[in-house]
C-alpha cells in the first residue's frame, strides 16, 4: 500500500494499516468529536510477552507501519488502549493493560512519531 508521502508499506487488505490509510485518506476532518471517539482500530499484529508488557520482535513491523501511517498524515491524533484476558487479578490486569498501551506509545514515539 502507497501512502500520500510516496512511501509503500506491506499490509495486508482488510488490516489495521489498510483500515488507518482508507479512514485518513477520507474526509473524516469533516465528522465531530463525538464521532471520531467511536471509531477504534484493533492492531492485529501488536502481541507481547505472555504476562508481559514487553512487546514480541515479530510485532515490530506493525509498529514500524503504524509510525510511517502517522507520519504521513500529521493531522491525525491517535489513543492507544490495552487490553488483557480476564483471567488472574484484575489490579495487575489494569496495570498491564496500561503498561501495554504506554509500550506501544513509546514505540511509535521511538519511530519519531509525535507524542
Known sequence: MKLPNGKELDGY???IED????FLSSDWKSLGADS???KWFDFDNLNFELGKS???PASEKQ????SEILKAFPDA????GGYTDASGNADANKKL????????????VKRGVSA
Open 13 to 15: 487488505k482488510g488490516g
Open 19 to 22: 483500515q488507518l490509510v482508507t
Open 63 to 66: 509498529l514500524d507501519n503504524i
Open 36 to 38: 471520531l471517539k467511536k
Open 54 to 56: 514487553t512487546i514480541v
Open 77 to 80: 491524533k491517535i489513543k492507544i
Open 97 to 108: 493493560s496500561q503498561d501495554s498501551a504506554d509500550a506501544a506509545k513509546a514505540g511509535l
